[in-house]
T-cell receptor
Framework: KNEVEQSPQNLTAQEGEFITINCSYSVGISALHWLQQHPGGGIVSLFM???GKKKHGRLIATINIQEKHSSLHITASHPRDSAVYIC???????????FGKGITLSVRP | GAGVSQSPSNKVTEKGKDVELRCDPI?????LYWYRQRLGQGLEFLIYFQGNSAPDKSGLPSDRFSAERTGESVSTLTIQRTQQEDSAVYLC?????????????FGEGSRLTVL
């Protein structure tokens, strides 16, 4: 069973700050997903990573397969980035995703 | 449809009644997940369907919960003899890839309240 740990559990930042959210997992995977859940519940997919780094707008996601660790970075943070950020990992064909508990980010204006 | 569709969006029921929740995934998506999210809590895995493989039911909390999916189409999650602790938002997600490398698409969820 893969254990997914996210840190920090809660995070408060000032608008404009650079933010890093971490995800560690215990068993080798084929893919790692970063998801965003806004107040009100809707969940959207931000990134799927199997190696390296991806960038979309102000968001950057990296993964280190050897260290079993991924980070989600938010540059020039904005109050609209306030949400729960969830990491999920998948072990390969026909295996379910394992989700972390999520990190609640609050960006103050 | 363009996205994952779930119905009903809200359901209020009395303790002991049966409820059925429906998920219509994106056409062609072979993988379908059901999750539960209690108020203020994280996502709790319930069941995973992948094509014609046997579903992974390891997350179902009790035998009152069951789910079906025919082929790669609609899935229904049934909760029998509902209890107050079943109150939660039930989320469905689908993906196009069997190996979890496809983007996940979530429905808006079905909010279940058991009185």
């Amino acid at each position: 069973k893969n254990e997914v740990e996210q840190s920090p559990q809660n995070l408060t930042a000032q608008e404009g700050e650079f933010i890093t959210i971490n995800c560690s997992y215990s068993v080798g995977i084929s893919a790692l997903h970063w998801l965003q859940q806004h107040p009100g519940g809707g969940i959207v997919s931000l990134f799927m990573l199997s190696s390296g780094k991806k960038k979309h707008g102000r968001l950057i996601a990296t993964i280190n397969i050897q260290e079993k660790h991924s980070s989600l970075h938010i540059t020039a943070s904005h109050p609209r980035d306030s949400a729960v950020y969830i990491c999920a990992v998948g072990g390969g064909a026909n295996s379910k995703l394992t989700f972390g508990k999520g990190i609640t980010l609050s960006v103050r204006p | 449809g363009a996205g994952v569709s779930q119905s009903p969006s809200n359901k209020v029921t009395e303790k002991g009644k049966d409820v059925e929740l429906r998920c219509d995934p994106i056409s062609g998506h072979t993988a379908l997940y059901w999750y539960r999210q209690r108020l203020g809590q994280g996502l709790e895995f319930l069941i995973y369907f992948q094509g014609n493989s046997a579903p992974d039911k390891s997350g179902l909390p009790s035998d009152r919960f069951s789910a079906e999916r025919t082929g790669e189409s609609v899935s229904t999650l049934t909760i029998q003899r509902t209890q107050q602790e079943d109150s939660a938002v039930y989320l469905c997600a689908s993906s196009s890839q069997a190996d979890n490398t496809g983007e996940l698409f979530f429905g808006e969820g079905s909010r279940l309240t058991v009185l």
